[in-house]
């Protein structure tokens, strides 16, 4: 039996008896033993599996430029990163933007306006739109990272790939989405469009925040895992697997507004099922990457 052929016996093996997925922790655990890790590698690997929870942060941090890819940089890195989020909130301290009673998410967004330049000359200026995109991003990222300077600089840098890399992609996601569901069910694409609900679905809340605030941090892991490695194209697959999960439901529903209200409060137990199959829909329709070797 060749090594490739063993390997592919075992991977079935472990599935059968429950143990999916150890194969691809080993062999994560390969790529994570490098001096210098191979961004391309992490990446088709993130795409092609979810990420095990001991190893995610550190390859979200990788991914997302928090952390450079020499391992033994990685511990000065983080100091640097450290001292930087002590100096940011020292500074709005100083000016009294924030205090101890100011909600964490709240710090890490005028953290975030006065790294960008953004700060509002009061705190009581109301919140830009993407204002409160950031803030639905942290407080997700909140329930995943334990530690507050990991937690900013990973919503930090996940916001700023959504307004640089996927800058052009996230307003054409709307039209893929309609492409898409008419592929799967052209009668809800068409049920949508006679209640007038197809420009009024929560496109914000499914693509601007990432599903932030609607999916469980269990789920909306495995979602941000292809997010953060190169595919915002995910997104529009779990927003046809929501429709298509609650067909019946939103078939029965007759009007844009209750419609939207409905997707916008999903049932949390089918969650994982969800993006299970969305991860499924999304590799029907655009392929599975290729893992170099």
Same mark, same amino acid.
Request: charged fraction near 25%; charge should be neutral.
């Given at each position: ?19 999916r ?54 511990a ?35 953290? =975030? ?5 953004? &700060? %509002? ?5 109301? *919140?830009?739109? @993407? #204002?409160?995109v950031? $803030? ?29 890399? =996927? ?5 054409? &996601? %709307? ?5 898409? *569901?008419?592929? @799967? #069910?052209?009668?809800? $694409?068409?049920?949508?469009k ?26 909306l ?8 490695s190169?595919?915002?194209?995910? *997104? ?6 929501? $429709? ?49 070797a």
């Amino acid at each position: 039996m060749t090594e490739d052929s063993q390997r592919n016996f075992r991977s079935v093996y472990y599935e059968k008896v429950g143990f999916r997925g150890v194969e691809e922790k080993k062999s994560l655990e390969i790529l994570l033993k490098d001096d210098r890790l191979d961004i391309e590698k992490l990446c088709t690997f993130s795409q092609r599996f979810p990420l095990p929870s001991m190893y995610r942060a550190l390859v979200w941090k990788v991914l997302l430029g928090i952390l450079p890819p020499h391992h033994e940089s990685h511990a000065q890195v983080m100091l640097c990163r450290k001292e930087q989020f002590c100096d940011i909130l020292h500074a709005l301290k100083v000016v009294r933007f924030v205090s101890e009673a100011t909600p964490q998410v709240e710090v890490y967004l005028r953290m =975030y306006q006065l790294e960008s330049g953004r &700060l %509002p000359r009061s705190p009581s200026f109301p *919140l830009e739109p @993407e #204002d409160e995109v950031f $803030l639905a991003i942290a407080k997700a990222v909140e329930e995943m990272v334990e530690d507050s300077v990991h937690c900013y600089w990973i919503t930090r840098c996940f916001v700023n790939q959504l307004n640089s890399k =996927y800058r052009e992609s996230l307003p054409q &996601l %709307p039209k893929a989405f309609e492409q898409y *569901l008419n592929l @799967e #069910d052209s009668r809800l $694409l068409s049920h949508l469009k006679t209640c007038a609900a197809l420009s009024k679905l929560p496109y914000d809340l499914w693509f601007r925040r990432c599903f932030a605030g609607c999916l469980p941090e269990s789920s909306l892991q495995r979602v941000w895992d292809k997010v953060v490695s190169g595919s915002c194209k995910i *997104l529009v697959f779990v927003a046809v697997e929501i $429709l298509l999960t609650f067909k019946i439901k939103v078939m029965a529903l007759n009007s844009a507004e209750k419609i939207t209200k409905f997707l916008e409060n999903i049932p949390q137990d089918s969650s994982d099922a969800i993006v299970s199959k969305a991860i499924d829909l999304w590799h029907k329709h655009c392929g599975t990457p290729v893992h170099s070797a």
